[in-house]
């Protein structure tokens, strides 16, 4: 009870800074109108990954009123007036081949025990309405994204229960190759390529994301990886938490011809607020991070804006965006430099709220489509710590396996039309 007492007046001295604050700035005015008319939709806080590490996940320890060693908190998300947020059900490449998918479960359970925990500010979601419904009643959304291709442990059945359990994104990699899909550290020459991209199964489980329902999230791939998945994805895709490569030369940001192919494919990219990702440095400042999106906006439109601050996820973030309660700053800074009500309001939520409604449709279309049951190759995947049950020939019996398994999936590719040239 006390905790929500001190949650109460921390919100009424934040409502009153800023009133005070806004009658000095008629652009943070206009930001907190705009942000009371739209849903501000992060795509990527790493929260979760700080109960873990912080608590290993003993929420019971943990008062989200009152916690101030991390970027987000109650008081700070009501400050910064955060409509909709993407959890990340993140954990360490350090877990692939071992207890990945274990891992994940557990950060997907602490976001809905977060949710029930706090249901006077959290609304659990998983769908376009649902953003709209938990900003009506002035709640954030949360959605729960998966930070890394490692956690489905190259299983479709995987993706599939995790969709059930309300994972409504899927990043291909994070900072590893999986057996599928090579990392953005292969564009640095720090990783070798293994698949030249995305492998055959690779393209097999974008297209079943399709099916599903799922975003394919293509922050932390490489430039192949990118082109070839908006090759053969039926849906619109989004970049949960990259920059633009043009204002910071950095392989975790996104190149121009690859801003107008999201453009010409109605995907989405969320600015990421990490200083390393902003100015190629320690150092950033508001300004910074408004300059990738002013960037972003003169290559690729307005249409394929969106917020993606990466808070808690990150060791530095720039002077002026300190942590979740700062984020109408940089509304008003793109105010102040020009933009309209439009275009504010498209990157606030409107963008993403379309690419979801999108991602939904196709889903529907496909409803009649079956699941794609066809394993990943044992070759592929095969390691110590992995089985190999329901593959035809145990492995030590030759290769049988590995060319039924391979040929299996390339001619499912070539019906369907999708193998594209390398």
Not at 123 to 143: C, G, P, V, W
Not at 299 to 325: H, K, N, Q
Not at 401 to 419: C, E, K, N
Request: aromatic share 8%.
């Amino acid at each position: 009870m006390l905790s929500k007492v001190i949650s109460a007046v921390y919100f009424l001295l934040c409502v009153t800074s800023f009133v005070f604050t806004s009658a000095q700035d008629p652009y943070l005015t206009k930001a907190l109108q705009l942000m009371s008319e739209t849903p501000l939709i992060d795509g990527h806080n790493d929260l979760p990954w700080q109960l873990r590490k912080l608590n290993n996940n003993q929420l019971n320890q943990v008062d989200l009123n009152t916690i101030n060693s991390t970027h987000t908190s109650i008081p700070k998300i009501k400050e910064g007036r955060l409509g909709a947020q993407f959890w990340s059900a993140y954990v360490p490449c350090t877990t692939q081949y071992k207890d990945a998918v274990r891992q994940t479960i557990e950060q997907i359970d602490v976001v809905h025990r977060m949710c029930q925990k706090y249901p006077e500010t959290f609304m659990f979601a998983t769908s376009s309405q649902d953003i709209m419904e938990a900003f009506r009643l002035n709640k954030t959304a949360s959605l729960i994204g998966v930070e890394g291709g490692h956690s489905i442990d190259s299983s479709l059945g995987t993706l599939r229960m995790m969709y059930q359990l309300g994972v409504r994104y899927l990043t291909l990699t994070h900072s590893c190759n999986t057996p599928w899909a090579d990392n953005w550290r292969v564009d640095t020459g720090t990783d070798p390529s293994e698949h030249d991209g995305l492998s055959p199964f690779g393209k097999v489980i974008v297209l079943e994301m399709n099916r599903l329902g799922m975003l394919v999230d293509l922050a932390h791939v490489t430039e192949k990886v990118m082109n070839q998945a908006l090759d053969i994805s039926k849906a619109p895709v989004i970049f949960s938490h990259s920059s633009a490569y043009s204002v910071c030369p950095h392989k975790r940001n996104v190149p121009d011809d690859i801003l107008r192919r999201v453009n010409q494919t109605r995907g989405i990219v969320m600015v990421n607020f990490y200083n390393d990702y902003v100015t190629c440095s320690p150092f950033a400042n508001l300004s910074n991070v408004a300059d990738h999106f002013d960037h972003i906006k003169t290559v690729g439109g307005a249409g394929i804006l969106g917020f993606g601050g990466d808070y808690d996820g990150v060791t530095r973030v720039p002077v002026g965006l300190e942590d979740v309660s700062k984020v109408p700053h940089l509304v008003a800074e793109l105010l102040r430099r020009g933009w309209t009500d439009e275009e504010v309001k498209a990157a606030l939520g409107e963008n993403l709220l379309r690419v979801l409604r999108e991602v939904e449709e196709v889903r529907d279309s496909l409803n009649a489509t079956s699941p794609d049951d066809v394993p990943i190759p044992y070759d592929e995947v095969q390691n110590s710590c992995r089985t190999n049950y329901g593959y035809p020939d145990p492995p030590e019996s030759g290769g049988a396996v590995h060319v039924f398994s391979t040929a299996a999936l390339l001619l499912t590719l070539t019906l369907q039309g999708l193998i594209t040239s390398a």
